[in-house]
């Protein structure tokens, strides 16, 4: 800005002193002439006017006081004017502040007659670049001010509820009864802190399972060892015991230690599908066939218990499942089929093709289940009659365990059940053939 100004101020003083050489130019022999004649140009009274002859000597000078009339003027600016070069130029002196200083060359009948010096106080730049420089410190300040202000405003409405909410969750390490944060207004920490709680929900559910599984799983196993250790103690406590009532506890507690082992198989399998860590071993597989050696490997389980047992169906069905793993399923549902269906009842496997899916369908004429029990027998542990299914040596996990097998598959198992008429379960599994390559 300030060389703006000065760029304007200097154009305006060549003007100036061009004006003057141009008067002037045709009286340069008459000092008084000249000096009116520079008077009557109406120069600024902040202005200095110089005139010299063409050997530098000064025959005006516009200073009141001036001694320096009559005298040779040598500056730079003078011979180079003389010289036939304009010049104008810009310096700062102290205590004075810009000066602005131009010299023009005086032409009469194209001869360099004199020349025209101004020199000017340009103390309006000065003054206006101090004030412009106040303002813009002010502004700048106040800038600052506000932006100091609106930051630690809007660090207090945006931070300040995240913060609020560190808070509360650190808080909740502790043994606090509720974890969940309070959630108020509609902006984005609301919406964390509903995913938050959603997030709390789940892992409280997940917890509750986990200690209830903990909690069945110990009295399962209890239950057994207990069983075990009373009948231990009798043989123990008795002092004449005949080899055959010997026979009888240690087959007794034989039968408890099949059923330890049974509940830990069962326990090691299913931690082993919630680790995820066990990958599925997909291979091409006909359900059919092994829905068929499955049959054939119930049936004196079945004939047993006096119930018919068969598999319907006599065509492929192709499908990419883990062997190992999905026998579990057809197995474990087949089996629950015999154990609750009363003698003379019949139990019968069918496989379907589908499409994209295959279906396995396992029909009982048994007990059936009752409709609010339906939704719990994937449960861990989950009998519906517990004496009786402790009877038949039931651990109530042969459901859940088919049913994670099946889940890792993408399939899904459905239950359709009538009480004292028989159940169905279905079990549909996507055949993915497309995998084999
Ligand atoms: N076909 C069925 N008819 C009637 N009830 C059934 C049938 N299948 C399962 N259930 C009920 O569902 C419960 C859970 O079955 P699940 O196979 O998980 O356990 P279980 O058979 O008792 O024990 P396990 O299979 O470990 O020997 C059973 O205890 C039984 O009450
Ligand atoms: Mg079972």
């Known amino acids: ?14 003007a100036n002193a061009n004006v003057i050489a141009n008067v002037v130019a045709e009286y340069m022999d008459d000092r008084t002439a000249v000096s009116y004649l520079v008077e009557q140009t109406n120069p ?59 010299a023009v060359s005086v032409i009469s009948a194209s001869e360099t007659v004199g020349v025209v010096y101004v020199s000017e106080v340009a103390s309006s730049i000065d003054e206006f670049i101090a004030n412009v420089r106040w303002i813009l410190i002010v ?30 969750i650190r808080g909740m390490e502790g043994d606090t009864p509720d974890k969940h944060v309070p959630v108020m207004g509609k902006d984005e920490v609301a919406e964390l802190g509903v995913a938050f709680n959603a997030l709390i929900d789940k892992l409280e559910q997940m917890e509750e399972k986990r200690r209830l599984f903990v909690s069945n799983a110990s009295h399962e196993l209890k239950t057994p060892l207990s069983s075990i250790k009373l009948l231990s103690d009798s043989v123990l406590s008795m002092n004449e015991l005949d080899e055959e009532s010997v ?29 995820g860590d066990d990958k599925l071993d997909l291979k091409v597989t006909d359900l059919n066939e092994m829905a068929d050696r499955i049959v054939k490997s119930l049936l004196p389980v079945s004939e047993d218990k006096n119930v018919t047992l068969n598999n319907a169906t006599n065509k492929e069905a192709l499908a990419m499942v883990d062997r190992e793993k999905f026998w579990q399923v057809i197995y474990n549902i087949t089996d629950n089929a015999i154990k609750y269906t009363p003698q003379g ?32 027998i994937f449960d861990r542990f989950y009998r519906v009659d517990k004496a009786r299914a402790r009877e038949s040596g039931g651990t109530g996990l042969g459901l859940s365990i088919a049913n994670d097998v099946v889940m890792m598959h993408e399939g899904k198992i459905l239950v359709d059940s009538t009480e004292g008429v028989g159940t169905k379960f279905i079990i549909i599994v996507p055949k993915k053939l497309q995998l084999d390559n």
């Open 1 to 14: 800005m300030s060389q703006y100004l000065k760029n304007q101020q200097k154009v305006e003083t060549l």
């Open 44 to 102: 600024k009274a902040s202005a200095r006017i110089i005139v010299t002859d063409e050997t530098a000597t000064v025959i005006y000078d516009s200073a009141s006081n001036n001694n320096i009339f009559g005298k040779v003027l040598i500056k730079q600016e003078i011979m180079s004017a003389l010289k036939g070069t304009d010049v104008v130029n810009a310096y700062k002196e102290k205590d004075v502040g810009t000066v602005i200083q131009g």
């Open 139 to 168: 502004i700048s300040l106040v800038v600052c001010l506000l932006i100091g202000v609106l930051s630690s405003v809007m660090s207090d409405v945006i931070i300040g509820p995240i913060e609020r909410f560190t808070r509360i």
């Open 247 to 275: 026979r009888e506890f240690m087959e007794d507690i034989n039968g408890e230690i099949d059923r330890l082992t049974k509940i830990i198989d069962r326990l090691l399998s299913l931690t082993k599908l919630d680790v």
């Open 345 to 376: 009842g019949t139990v019968t496997v069918y496989v379907f093709n589908e499409g994209d899916f295959c279906r396995i369908e396992i029909v009982d004429t048994g007990i059936g289940i009752p409709e609010d029990d339906v939704d719990k």
